[in-house]
């Protein structure tokens, strides 16, 4: 059974920097499956944040946090990190990995439904 789990959260003040963890477990990280990190705030819809195609592929990132976030998946350690610098008080929300292993390749990267398993979340909260 796949498992997520999601660390590293937390608050901080706007400018901070915080590192999100999520460890895999009955699940091999490997480049041919999108490992992505995704956000709900109160009130809004779950955003795609970053993605990528294990340690070797291409990332990709929306507008929003574009050269403030890095995501790196480390396939030997089976963990997807995302790097969040010059965090800025919009960027607080629930903060969660997702993994797609079945390779739905007709679904964009930062399409929810392409992800079959999700982990709890981690809070970020970024305060002005």
């Known amino acids: 059974q796949v498992q997520l789990v999601e660390s590293g959260g937390g608050s901080v003040q706007a400018g901070g920097s915080l590192r999100l963890s999520c460890a895999a477990s009955g699940y091999t990280y490997n480049n041919n499956v999108m490992m992505a990190w995704f956000r709900q705030a109160p009130g809004k819809e779950r955003e795609g944040v970053a993605a990528s195609y294990g340690d070797s592929g291409r990332p990709y990132y929306s507008a929003s946090v574009e050269g403030r976030f890095t995501i790196s998946p480390d396939n030997a350690k089976n963990t997807v990190y995302l790097q969040m610098d010059s965090l800025l008080p919009e960027d607080t929300a629930m903060y969660y990995c997702?993994?797609?292993?079945?390779?739905?390749?007709?679904?964009?990267?930062?399409?929810?439904?392409?992800?079959?398993?999700w982990g709890q979340g981690t809070q970020v909260s970024v305060s002005s």
């Open positions: 997702a993994a797609d292993t079945q390779r739905k390749f007709g679904r964009s990267w930062d399409d929810p439904l392409r992800y079959d398993y």
